[in-house]
């Protein structure tokens, strides 16, 4: 209340894990650390469970593990705070994401008089504005998220012949995620259900060792060697050609705990990424769109096809187009995970407004430095995407979108911006980021 008061002409953002590629705990005035709101209290119906804002995902895992409960939902990595990771919609695949499944909050926010005071916010479009809210209503330092039984996944990694292939055993692996492999440009899916039971297959830890070791350490330590240190195309080539093949074994079923299985370590290495979600029936040609762009990014003289030239002719981008030809080669496959529909008003997979259908988050990541080259192609995808797939950019990644572009593609944007106006309305939770991404055609129409 106090830090509330003493900002209430200023900027206050608060920090998690830092684990965002973006602007979004930057600020010119007070930064909040909430890390030591670490409580967790498991409900009596044992369907929920309330934690403080700044505890690590990975310990509130442990905890509920250890009582035979778990998160319906969670991302790659397990590092991130509960509050950082609701307020960007952290997701996995095959479900909704973090966003969706939380039922309350507390958050220190001002009155209209711009008292500062503290609100609990459990229904309605307060509560939808608040799953998702980048942080711009306040300082969240508790979060009600909704916990279920634990449950064991079964999984194995097998190559498919194309798009039509990996979509056709989605109802058969529903938690499935999958790979666009660049160079090969074949697919690899993870196949993943829930295992009818909660039994663990005997190879379980041999598997979590060769997880650890080949994939989340060898592969990732060969593509920083070859496409950021050497900054060699034909061994990337190489890697993807020859390596990978020969470190996956489709054979192998693995069954284990919810948690082990669906987390990697991929935060083992630095990287940049920019994530765009695109609605079910906009899949297949956005990710036609992204491989087309990507390789004539690789080869400048890659042969694109008449669709896609119409399509970005329609946009009058040619000439960016023409620029990022051979000036970038992309090198860390592009994985694409079904985030169901989330009852928000701005997470990606939000439904507000609109059908309720499933959402994919296609994910562009590089190791490459400088990033400049990346930003450009990703640049291009993430303005040219909007417009001819309605996608909507991850609020955790890379985002070089504006508010103008953000408008387009989200239905619920307005009412978002209201909903903050009761909870801030002096914009002290606001800064650049925010502004440039949410909020500057809003103030731009009240002026
Ligand atoms: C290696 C790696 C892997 C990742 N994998 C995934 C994945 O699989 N799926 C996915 O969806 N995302 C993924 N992410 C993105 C990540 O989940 C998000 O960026 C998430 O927001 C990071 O949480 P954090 O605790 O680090 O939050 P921060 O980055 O510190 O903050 C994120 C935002 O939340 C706000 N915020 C944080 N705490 C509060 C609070 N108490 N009150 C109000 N606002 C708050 C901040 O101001 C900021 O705007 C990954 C990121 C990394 C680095």
Redo the contacts with the bound molecule.
């Keep these: 209340m106090r830090i509330l008061d003493e900002h209430r002409t200023g900027t206050i953002?608060?920090?998690?894990?830092?684990?965002?590629?973006n602007g979004?705990?930057e600020t010119s005035g007070a930064l909040v650390d909430?890390r030591h709101f670490r409580r967790i209290r498991i409900h009596p119906d044992r369907r929920r469970v309330s934690v403080g804002?700044?505890c690590r995902i990975a310990e509130l895992l442990a905890h509920l593990a250890r009582r035979g409960l778990t998160l319906p939902s969670i991302?790659?990595?397990a590092r991130?705070?509960v509050?950082?990771?609701v307020?960007?919609?952290?997701?996995?695949s095959g479900r909704h994401?973090m966003s969706h499944y939380v039922e309350s909050m507390r958050i220190a926010c001002y009155g209209k008089g711009g008292e500062a005071e503290v609100r609990r916010v459990d229904s309605g479009q307060a509560l939808r504005a608040a799953r998702c809210?980048?942080?711009a209503l306040?300082?969240?330092?508790e979060v009600t998220l909704k916990c279920v039984p634990q449950y064991y996944v079964r999984e194995r990694c097998v190559w498919r012949s194309d798009l039509d292939a990996v979509l056709d055993n989605e109802s058969a692996a529903p938690l499935q995620q999958f790979y666009l492999i660049p160079h090969t440009w074949a697919y690899l899916e993870h196949e993943r259900s829930v295992a009818p039971d909660n039994h663990r297959s005997g190879i379980a830890m041999l598997y979590r060792v060769y997880w650890l070791i080949v994939i989340d350490v060898l592969l990732h330590l060969g593509i920083k060697l070859t496409a950021s240190l050497l900054r060699s195309r034909r061994l990337v080539d190489v890697l993807y050609r020859r390596l990978l093949p020969a470190c996956i074994f489709p054979k192998w079923r693995v069954t284990d705990r919810s948690d082990r299985q669906l987390l990697m370590r991929?935060?083992l290495f630095r990287h940049l990424?920019m994530e765009a979600f695109v609605p079910r029936e906009k899949l297949r040609p956005a990710l036609d769109f992204v491989s087309a762009v990507l390789r004539a990014a690789d080869d400048a003289d890659y042969d694109v096809s008449a669709g896609v030239q119409d399509r970005i002719r329609a946009l009058d981008m040619r000439d960016s187009f023409e620029r990022i030809r051979g000036s970038y080669s992309h090198h860390y496959p592009i994985c694409v995970r079904r985030v169901r529909p989330d009852d928000t008003l701005i997470s990606m997979a939000s439904c507000h407004g609109m059908e309720e259908r499933d959402w994919y988050a296609i994910s562009l990541i590089t190791f490459a430095e400088p990033r400049l080259p990346f930003q450009n192609v990703a640049r291009l995808l993430a303005t040219t995407m909007a417009p001819l797939f309605n996608a909507r950019l991850?609020w955790?990644?890379w985002f070089p979108l504006n508010a103008g572009e953000v408008e387009r593609s989200y239905p619920g944007i307005r009412e978002f911006r209201a909903a903050c106006e009761g909870f801030d309305p002096r914009g002290v939770f606001r800064n650049p980021f925010l502004e440039e991404a949410i909020f500057r055609t809003f103030d731009h129409h009240n002026s």
Excluded: M
Excluded at 14 to 21: F, K, Q
Excluded at 87 to 92: E, L, P
Excluded at 138 to 141: E, K, N, Q, R, S
């Design positions: 953002r608060v920090i998690g894990a830092g684990h965002s590629w979004g705990i909430l804002a700044g991302g790659l990595i991130q705070t509050a950082g990771a307020a960007t919609a952290t997701h996995g994401s809210s980048v942080g306040g300082v969240v330092f991929h935060d990424e991850h955790g990644k």
